[in-house]
């Protein structure tokens, strides 16, 4: 193949050649491809050259640059993965990958009836499904993420209680802090609630301090993204309910094999990601944020995305599968009237996540769970006795993650990441700036795929590289020093 020249055009760029755009700007009256941009000052156009490396004009020679920038990678197939928050390696069956890659599945644009082979039952399958295992009645088409799901479930809250304050639990993730409150701000203002730097837990005399009659919802997850397993979730909804507020819970969907799903302690609302459940990690991960409510007229008008349910069609005594209040709800059917805008949501995943559940059933998601508490136990046990490591919240419960203290080493998170990764090991997630207190830690995930040869490989090159001496010490400060929050505010104490 030639290089883009006046003959031949460019092999990437439509309607390159000379000819066809000369006779496209004599059908729209132009003189010039410049004479386009008339409207743009002269002094904020671009002249010259740009500084870009010459064209891959063959199609092989493009495919092997792009091959050969991913090489530099290092995936999670050729290094050990500690990483978490949010997304984690767990181990997708095969089947999962067959139904998800079926061209009417993949293809079919929001299941509409004239591309629809079943997507429209595959969906109500898996929020029956999500129902089963939330313990809840109604579970909505996939939205984005869980970043978006608990935006929405605070959004929800607001509605349906007319207040206009949410009490979120301080050791929500960042990310996902941040975009609630970007989402929320025109609707709801976000207020943060401490955390005990002894437990981890939420401090519940903080709560009773901020809880009033403005107070549309509290949010808490459980277990948290520290990996904390909360459980006094009963106490936490009955304080939010006596002052008519909703309680609102975030869950990892994996954990509920072992653990009750929050509708049993008390929850209003119940979200999540459905990333552990068959989903690949891609970049981040497949990522798809489900909300589960009570069949409660007041809960099912809020959701602004899609619900899929049973109905009567016109043949008599025949079932089909449809949209629920579809025109009364979203942004659909009620366009600028919606409760909210909603666009193209991650649907594909919930049927992925639909055959995953049906895979598993009650006694695989119990197992998987069971599986996850052991293997993050026995890392726990053996990072904490490695000389200088500390476990902050080692009297607490966790599932699949744990804080991990380096600060007693003498070594930064970051040394710690960067002589893992030279051994081909990711480390935690370094939580320096993230939280009060815990500057100097790390936030280690262990899942059902970790082996102990994996969890003893972290260990042995752990304690290696401490033995080392530091380039660079780590100058420890005092929790009474950090004030950084999600929102800036110092840290209220806890007693």
Same mark, same amino acid.
């Given at each position: 193949?030639?290089?883009?020249?006046?003959?031949?055009?460019?092999?990437?760029?439509?309607?390159?050649?000379?000819?066809?755009?000369?006779a496209?700007?004599?059908?729209?009256?132009?003189?010039?491809?410049?004479?386009?941009?008339?409207?743009?000052?002269?002094?904020?156009?671009?002249?010259?050259?740009?500084?870009?490396?010459?064209?891959?004009?063959?199609e092989?020679?493009?495919? +092997?640059?792009?091959?050969?920038?991913?090489?530099?990678?290092?995936?999670?197939?050729e290094?050990?993965?500690?990483l978490?928050?949010?997304?984690?390696?767990?181990?997708?069956?095969?089947?999962? =990958?067959?139904?998800?890659?079926?061209?009417?599945?993949v293809?079919?644009?929001?299941?509409?009836?004239? *591309?629809?082979? @079943?997507?429209?039952?595959?969906?109500?399958?898996?929020?029956?499904?999500?129902?089963?295992?939330?313990?809840?009645?109604?579970?909505?088409?996939?939205?984005?993420?869980?970043?978006?799901?608990a935006?929405?479930?605070?959004?929800?809250?607001?509605?349906?209680?007319?207040?206009?304050?949410?009490?979120?639990?301080?050791?929500t993730?960042?990310?996902?802090?941040t975009?609630? +409150?970007?989402?929320?701000?025109?609707?709801?203002?976000?207020?943060p609630?401490?955390?005990? #730097?002894?437990?981890?837990?939420?401090?519940?005399?903080?709560l009773?301090?901020?809880?009033?009659?403005?107070?549309?919802?509290?949010?808490?997850?459980?277990p948290?993204y520290?990996?904390?397993?909360?459980?006094?979730?009963?106490?936490?909804?009955?304080?939010?309910?006596?002052?008519?507020?909703?309680?609102?819970?975030?869950?990892? #969907?994996?954990?509920?094999?072992?653990?009750a799903?929050?509708?049993?302690?008390?929850?209003?609302i119940?979200?999540?990601?459905?990333?552990?459940?068959?989903?690949?990690?891609?970049?981040?991960?497949?990522l798809?944020?489900?909300?589960?409510t009570?069949? *409660?007229?007041?809960?099912?008008?809020?959701?602004?995305? +899609?619900?899929?349910?049973?109905?009567?069609?016109a043949? #008599?005594?025949?079932?089909?599968?449809?949209?629920?209040?579809?025109?009364?709800?979203?942004?659909?059917?009620?366009?600028?009237?919606?409760?909210?805008?909603?666009?193209?949501?991650?649907?594909?995943?919930?049927?992925?996540a639909?055959?995953?559940?049906?895979?598993?059933?009650p006694?695989?998601?119990?197992?998987?769970?069971?599986?996850?508490l052991?293997?993050?136990?026995?890392?726990?046990?053996?990072?904490?006795?490695?000389?200088?490591?500390?476990?902050?919240?080692?009297?607490t419960a966790?599932?699949? *993650?744990?804080?991990v203290?380096?600060? @007693?080493?003498?070594?930064?998170?970051?040394?710690?990441? +960067?002589?893992?990764?030279?051994?081909?090991?990711?480390?935690?997630? =370094?939580?320096?700036?993230?939280?009060?207190?815990l500057?100097?830690?790390?936030?280690v995930?262990?899942?059902?795929?970790?082996t102990?040869?994996?969890?003893?490989?972290?260990?042995?090159?752990?304690?290696?590289?401490?033995?080392?001496?530091? #380039?660079?010490?780590?100058?420890?400060?005092?929790?009474?020093?950090?004030?950084t929050r999600?929102?800036?505010?110092?840290?209220?104490?806890?007693?």
């Amino acid at each position: 193949m030639t290089a883009p020249n006046a003959a031949h055009g460019h092999p990437y760029i439509p309607n390159a050649l000379p000819d066809v755009q000369a006779a496209m700007l004599a059908a729209i009256g132009a003189a010039s491809i410049d004479a386009l941009y008339g409207d743009i000052p002269e002094e904020l156009r671009f002249r010259g050259v740009m500084n870009l490396p010459a064209p891959l004009t063959a199609e092989s020679a493009l495919r +092997r640059h792009v091959e050969g920038i991913l090489n530099r990678n290092q995936s999670c197939q050729e290094a050990i993965s500690f990483l978490g928050g949010g997304s984690a390696r767990h181990y997708v069956p095969a089947v999962c =990958d067959e139904v998800n890659h079926r061209a009417e599945f993949v293809s079919a644009y929001a299941g509409e009836p004239y *591309e629809d082979h @079943g997507r429209f039952q595959a969906l109500f399958e898996y929020a029956s499904l999500m129902g089963e295992l939330l313990d809840l009645d109604v579970v909505n088409v996939p939205t984005y993420d869980w970043n978006q799901a608990a935006s929405t479930a605070l959004r929800m809250a607001g509605r349906i209680t007319g207040r206009r304050q949410a009490l979120v639990a301080a050791t929500t993730g960042p990310e996902r802090f941040t975009t609630m +409150r970007n989402y929320c701000q025109s609707a709801l203002e976000l207020m943060p609630v401490a955390f005990d #730097p002894a437990t981890g837990l939420l401090c519940l005399d903080d709560l009773r301090r901020k809880l009033s009659r403005d107070t549309a919802c509290i949010y808490f997850e459980n277990p948290s993204y520290l990996g904390c397993i909360e459980h006094r979730g009963a106490e936490i909804a009955d304080l939010a309910h006596r002052h008519g507020a909703l309680c609102v819970v975030g869950v990892d #969907p994996i954990s509920l094999g072992v653990l009750a799903p929050p509708s049993q302690y008390g929850a209003d609302i119940t979200c999540g990601d459905l990333q552990p459940l068959g989903l690949h990690m891609n970049q981040g991960g497949a990522l798809a944020g489900f909300i589960a409510t009570r069949d *409660e007229e007041r809960f099912v008008r809020e959701y602004p995305s +899609r619900l899929f349910g049973l109905t009567t069609t016109a043949v #008599p005594g025949e079932w089909g599968f449809g949209d629920v209040l579809y025109d009364d709800r979203t942004s659909f059917g009620a366009r600028e009237k919606g409760k909210e805008f909603v666009g193209t949501a991650a649907a594909l995943w919930g049927i992925t996540a639909g055959v995953y559940l049906a895979s598993m059933g009650p006694a695989g998601m119990r197992q998987v769970g069971q599986t996850i508490l052991q293997k993050a136990q026995y890392a726990a046990k053996r990072l904490s006795e490695l000389r200088g490591v500390t476990l902050p919240f080692g009297g607490t419960a966790h599932f699949k *993650e744990f804080v991990v203290d380096f600060r @007693g080493t003498g070594l930064s998170v970051a040394h710690i990441n +960067r002589a893992l990764l030279a051994k081909h090991i990711y480390g935690g997630i =370094d939580l320096t700036g993230k939280f009060p207190g815990l500057d100097g830690c790390a936030l280690v995930c262990v899942t059902e795929l970790h082996t102990q040869e994996d969890i003893d490989t972290l260990v042995h090159t752990l304690r290696d590289i401490l033995a080392e001496r530091a #380039p660079t010490c780590w100058p420890i400060r005092s929790a009474a020093n950090v004030s950084t929050r999600p929102n800036g505010r110092s840290r209220s104490s806890c007693s």
